[in-house]
Every structure is written in structure tokens, then in C-alpha cells.
């Protein structure tokens, strides 16, 4: 599989790279401001950006093979394991400025288990890829309560909407059972 990273700072695509790309995926862009570092795009009269091109864009991995340097200084094509489960990771460009990554990296995604609260005897675990653990999203996170390999799953999706919730709710099913 192959996908893009930042090799310097920012996702930068030359002018002919964004209408080699628009052209492969079949639709037209219009340009201004083409004298400016940052020219402005518009797709179907919408205002579009390069960056919100996804890094495994099959015609944006053709674009920086064929144009090579022609089509960015900044990006380049790396080939990972297929089916590998990965996130793009790098370091902040110095200066605070945030103004992007620099030397962009592939880090494949682990699985972490956490307990997150014990109550008599049960334990409640969050488990999931160490890239989605600490982030807002609860996509690819699982969190239920166990007990002596007797495992709790909340009921339904709403009732894992957040971690905070599925837990008051795990607290509230090991409580009723622990009565009975």
C-alpha cells in the first residue's frame, strides 16, 4: 500500500500537480491568485484545498510519481505492508508557528487495554488502537466490564456514544447483578 507523507513542512502541490490530479479524478478546477505561494482552488464553485486530498488517493500517488519534484518538494510516496492499520505521525515544525508536520512518519496501530475503574471485583476496561486511546473519537474503541473471564457489553450503540457514559452504564449493570 502505498501512502503520502510530508517529507518538509506542509502538504504542498504544485499548480500543475492540482490539474494533473483533477484531471485523473475527472472533474475541474479553477484557479486564482496563481502568483501567490498558496493559489486559490475551487471545485464546482467551491472553494477546494490539496490538503483535504486523503494520503492514499490512488491519482495523488500517480501525480508525485509521474511529475516527481515537478508536482512537490514537500510530499513524497512511501509503500507500507498491505492491509497495514496505520496513522501518519511526525514531529511539529520548530518555531511554534503550527503551521504543519515536518518529516512526517508511518506508525502502525497497536491495540491497548486499559482499566479505566474497578467496583466489587469487576473491572472496567477501554480497549482499542493506541492512535484512537487518547483522542476524542471513541471510533475503534471498545469498552466493557469483567469479571473472573464473564465479559459485560453495553446493550446497545447509543449506550456506547461516550467512555464517561459507557461506564455509568457498566457501573449501573455489575450494581443490579451484584444485588441478585
Not at 501525480?63 to 498491505?82: G, H, N, Y
Request: hydrophobic share 35%.
Amino acid at each position: 500500500m502505498k501512502v503520502v507523507i510530508n517529507i518538509s513542512v506542509g502538504f504542498g502541490l504544485s499548480h500543475e500537480a492540482v490539474m494533473r490530479y483533477a484531471e485523473l479524478k475527472g472533474f475541474k478546477i479553477d484557479a486564482e491568485n496563481l502568483g501567490f505561494t498558496f493559489p486559490d482552488y475551487y471545485k464546482d464553485g467551491k472553494r477546494w484545498s490539496p490538503s483535504s486530498i486523503e494520503r492514499t488517493d490512488s491519482a495523488l500517488i500517480q501525480v508525485l510519481e509521474e511529475l516527481k519534484e515537478k508536482a512537490s518538494r514537500t510530499l513524497a510516496v512511501i509503500e507500507i505492508p498491505d492491509g497495514t492499520k496505520f496513522t501518519i505521525d511526525g514531529d511539529r515544525h520548530g518555531g511554534g508557528s503550527g503551521c504543519g508536520y515536518d518529516h512526517q512518519f508511518i506508525r502502525e496501530k497497536h491495540r491497548v487495554w486499559q482499566i479505566v475503574h474497578e467496583e466489587e471485583g469487576w473491572k472496567i476496561i477501554k480497549e482499542g488502537f493506541s492512535t484512537e486511546f487518547d483522542t476524542e473519537s471513541q471510533e475503534g474503541l471498545t469498552v466493557y466490564a469483567e469479571k473472573n473471564g464473564e465479559k459485560i457489553f453495553p446493550q446497545n450503540k447509543e449506550q456506547a456514544a461516550t467512555e464517561t457514559y459507557v461506564v455509568n452504564v457498566l457501573l449501573r449493570m455489575i450494581r443490579e447483578r451484584e444485588k441478585n
